[in-house]
């Protein structure tokens, strides 16, 4: 019980440290701080709409039997009792994983958020097709 333990608490401090990175990446530079500001600001009936951001909800979590974890060619990056918990962590709390980004370049391919690196979709009542990219 205590690995199960403590391998919820490692992955929710990595997934407080990438939420803190990308907070960080956002920051402004040294060399941005030297650019001048804009002459003059234009008039209010001139200045630009904001943009709106659309909001994605996440998508249900999943309290049922899980599937078996997916089969990959070569060796998880983790043990297995590791590897388990975090599938089971991006099934049942799929409102952390959501807004969570991914660094590993993977958001070329498509993913939006940390969960599509383990979760290739959902059924109506949450219940995961497991992706393997989250073995690696």
């Not at 990438?18 to 530079?29: H, I, K, T």
Request: hydrophobic share 35%; net charge negative; charged share 15%.
């Amino acid at each position: 019980m205590n690995i199960v333990r403590s391998s919820w608490v490692t992955i929710v401090t990595i997934a407080i440290g990438a939420v803190g990175f990308g907070c960080q990446a956002n920051e402004p530079s040294e060399s941005s701080a030297a650019v001048p500001p804009p002459a003059a600001a234009p008039a209010a009936a001139e200045q630009p709409q904001p943009t709106v951001v659309q909001f994605t909800p996440p998508p249900p979590a999943y309290k049922g039997e899980l599937p078996p974890l997916p089969v990959s060619e070569f060796a998880p990056a983790r043990p297995p009792d590791v590897v388990r918990a975090v599938y089971t962590f991006a099934a049942r709390h799929p409102e952390v994983l959501h807004y969570v980004p991914c660094f590993c370049g993977c958001e070329r391919s498509g993913h939006k958020g940390n969960d599509d690196c383990f979760v290739r979709s959902r059924d109506a009542n949450g219940r995961p097709t497991w992706e393997d990219h989250g073995m690696t």
